[in-house]
């Protein structure tokens, strides 16, 4: 009487057991040898796409590429959309602390001219930011774009 070599149900003179399914036989007993390779989460996804999403949310969206994604391109982006935010913080900040100071000496109406300016020049950067990581090139920001280079090297 034969057994299955898989689940040990009988399985009499069969070639496949009829309770797991298991082939028997000469090709059951070589046990099947299957490699699996670690996949990247973003490994479906083209380099330009990913570096265009790293912007998308600004440091949000940079900082899950930059974690995630080990190519160096996307992480240039990644990197580069993080420092870019962080500039942006910072330029905003600044300015909140001038116009306070502005509005103390009476010349608070500078702010509401600069604040809209300001806001339309980052937002055709980042847009300019997009469509340069999409495009495949690895536009480098003036100042960031070294440091971007650095933290993408790591």
Request: some cysteine; aromatic content about 14%.
């Amino acid at each position: 009487m034969a057994f299955c070599s898989a689940c040990g149900a009988e399985v009499g003179g069969a070639a496949f057991c009829p309770k797991c399914g298991a082939a028997q036989g000469v090709a059951a007993a070589t046990p099947v040898v299957t490699t699996t390779t670690a996949v990247s989460p973003t490994a479906g996804m083209e380099e330009n796409v990913a570096g265009l999403l790293s912007y998308v949310l600004g440091w949000i969206t940079g900082l899950i590429f930059f974690l995630i994604d080990k190519r160096p391109f996307v992480r240039f982006h990644a990197a580069q959309s993080i420092l870019l935010s962080i500039a942006v913080f910072v330029v905003y900040f600044a300015l909140a602390v001038g116009f306070a100071l502005f509005r103390v000496v009476g010349l608070g109406f500078f702010g509401l001219f600069l604040y809209p300016v300001i806001g339309l020049l980052v937002f055709i950067v980042w847009i300019f930011m997009m469509y340069k990581a999409y495009m495949h090139e690895k536009f480098a920001l003036p100042i960031i774009g070294g440091i971007a280079e650095s933290m993408a090297n790591k």
